[in-house]
């Protein structure tokens, strides 16, 4: 993570690293070091969704943040959301349905903004699938990757102090979670090269007066 994140004083900022066993609602248990996350519960209607936060929100000096999940099963119906969300947001709910939280969702590929009604986005995932979440902290924007392959950008204009989530809704869903412990499957370093590439162009064509 050091080396993803070398701008990050942890004792300041600390960086996400495993879902925290406070922030969730009661259908989520937890496993493995806190990063795998089940469903327990009965899952009849959306009243039954349940989501999790990671135990830190993402620094804002990390520039471009990244985790991912491994879907290791997707349970009944596969209703099951990844994304971020402010520390206020209501945990029996899957991410994106409320305000300052948003998800990209497995069972319709939708992307939800703050919103119960999402936005067709990408496509739907499943179990064996891993799903990427990625925040560019420089413009606020949001984009996802499945199973090592970008998606595109999901959201603009997100405000600071936002944490990684997942939500479950139906038995038997069971994901793992990737805070940078293991290597991952997108080439977030790359992405990240560019990223700044494309900054430091933008600063060379800004026009000084002379």
């Known amino acids: ?3 993803l994140y070398p701008a990050v004083d942890e004792e300041d900022t600390p960086l996400p690293r495993a879902w925290s066993t406070k922030d969730k609602f009661n259908y989520i248990g937890l496993s493995q070091n806190n990063l795998r996350v ?7 209607t959306h009243k039954d969704a349940s989501s999790v ?4 929100p993402i620094p804002s000096s ?16 596969g209703y099951m959301g990844v994304g971020l969300c402010a520390q206020d947001v209501n945990m029996n ?4 349905w409320d305000k ?10 939708h992307s939800f903004c703050s919103s119960g009604t ?18 560019n902290l420089i413009d606020g924007s949001c984009f996802y990757t499945k199973n090592g392959h970008h998606l595109g950008v999901a959201f603009q204009d997100l405000p600071p102090n936002l944490y990684p989530t997942v939500g479950l809704q139906t038995p038997g869903e069971v994901i793992d979670a990737n805070f940078g412990q293991e290597p991952f499957l997108f080439d977030v370093e790359g992405e990240m090269r560019e990223l700044r590439r494309r900054t430091r162009n933008l600063i060379s064509n800004l026009s000084w007066p002379k």
């Open 100 to 109: 300052h939280s948003y998800g990209y969702h497995g069972d319709d590929g």
């Open 53 to 56: 936060r990671a135990t830190h």
């Open 1 to 3: 993570l050091k080396i």
């Open 38 to 44: 089940h469903y327990k519960g009965h899952g009849k």
């Open 93 to 96: 709910r899957l991410p994106g």
């Open 118 to 135: 999402g936005q067709a986005y990408g496509p739907t995932f499943t179990t064996g699938d891993v799903i990427g979440c990625g925040l």
């Open 62 to 77: 990390c520039g471009l943040y990244y985790f991912e999940v491994k879907i290791v099963s997707k349970g009944r119906d």
